[in-house]
C-alpha cells in the first residue's frame, strides 16, 4: 500500500472558522491531489499539485486554498467552512500526471 | 468535454456468481486511460485496474477483467466468481486532459451487493 496519510480524520467545525487538512506521503512522488466526495457526485477534483510550490484548480475549487512546501506534504484549507464544505475529502498521490493515483484514507469533516 | 457515466447505482449478485458493472466514457483525447476504484464500507478507495487506450489486449488482474470496446466508449468492469468481500461502491474513473494536465474525472459510482 502507498504510504499516505490523512490529518485528521475526522473533525467537526463551526460555519465562518478556517480549517486545514493535511497528506502526507512516504512514496516521493511528485503529483499529489485533494478531491471532495458527496453523494452522487463520485469523487470531485478540488486542488492539485505536480510539485512543490506548484499547484492549479480543479473543478470545484472555490472557497479552497493549498500549499505544498515540501514534497511529502499537501495541506488543504477552507478560509471560512461553510456548510456546503461538509464532505469526505481524500488526498491521492500518483509518479507522474498520467500514472495510477492512490488514495489516502479519507477525512470526513462536517460543518454545523 | 470529458465525462464518465455509471447508469447502475445498484446492482447484486449471488456469491460465485460472475457480475459486470458498466461504464461508459465521453472524450475526444486520442490518449486516454481507464480505472476502476473500489470503496469498502470503511471508506477507503482502492485501485482495481487500469486500461490504456492504446492496449490492444483487455485488462486483468486476479479475479478483476475490464471488457474495453474502444468503438462503443465502454469499460465495463468484470469481477469474476463473486465474494462476499466484493460487496462495496465501484468507480469508474478516466484520466482526462484538462489544460494540459491529467487529471481523473470519475463517475458516480455503482454498489454492488454480493449475496450469499
Known amino acids: 500500500d502507498a504510504g499516505i496519510t490523512q490529518s485528521p480524520r475526522h473533525k467537526v467545525t463551526e460555519t465562518g472558522t478556517p480549517v486545514t487538512l493535511r497528506c502526507h506521503q512516504t512514496?516521493?512522488?511528485?503529483?499529489m491531489y485533494w478531491y471532495r466526495q458527496d453523494p452522487g457526485h463520485g469523487l470531485r477534483l478540488i486542488h492539485y499539485?505536480?510539485?512543490?510550490?506548484?499547484?492549479d484548480k480543479g473543478e470545484v475549487s472555490d472557497g479552497y486554498s493549498v500549499s505544498r512546501s515540501k514534497t511529502e506534504d499537501f495541506l488543504l484549507t477552507l478560509e471560512s467552512a461553510t456548510s456546503s464544505q461538509t464532505s469526505v475529502y481524500f488526498c491521492?498521490?500518483?509518479?507522474?500526471?498520467?500514472?495510477?493515483?492512490?488514495f489516502g484514507p479519507g477525512t470526513r469533516l462536517l460543518v454545523l | 468535454a470529458q465525462k464518465i457515466t455509471q447508469t447502475q447505482p445498484g446492482m447484486f449478485v449471488q456469491e460465485k456468481e460472475a457480475v459486470t458493472l458498466d461504464c461508459t466514457y465521453d472524450?475526444?483525447?486520442?490518449?486516454?486511460?481507464l480505472f476502476w476504484y473500489k470503496q469498502p464500507s470503511s471508506g477507503e478507495m482502492i485501485f482495481l485496474i487500469y486500461q490504456g487506450s492504446y492496449d490492444q489486449q483487455n485488462a486483468t488482474e486476479g479475479r478483476y477483467s475490464l471488457n474495453f470496446q474502444k468503438a462503443r466508449k465502454s469499460a465495463n468492469l468484470v469481477i469474476s466468481a463473486s465474494q462476499l468481500g466484493d460487496s462495496a461502491m465501484y468507480f469508474c474513473?478516466?484520466?482526462?486532459?484538462?489544460?494540459?494536465?491529467?487529471?481523473?474525472?470519475f463517475g458516480a459510482g455503482t454498489r454492488l451487493a454480493v449475496h450469499p
Open positions: 512514496e516521493n512522488h511528485r503529483y
Open positions: 472524450t475526444s483525447d486520442p490518449s486516454y486511460g
Open positions: 491521492a498521490i500518483s509518479e507522474s500526471g498520467g500514472e495510477t493515483q492512490y
Open positions: 499539485s505536480y510539485g512543490v510550490k506548484d499547484t
Open positions: 474513473a478516466m484520466r482526462g486532459d484538462w489544460g494540459g494536465y491529467n487529471k481523473l474525472i
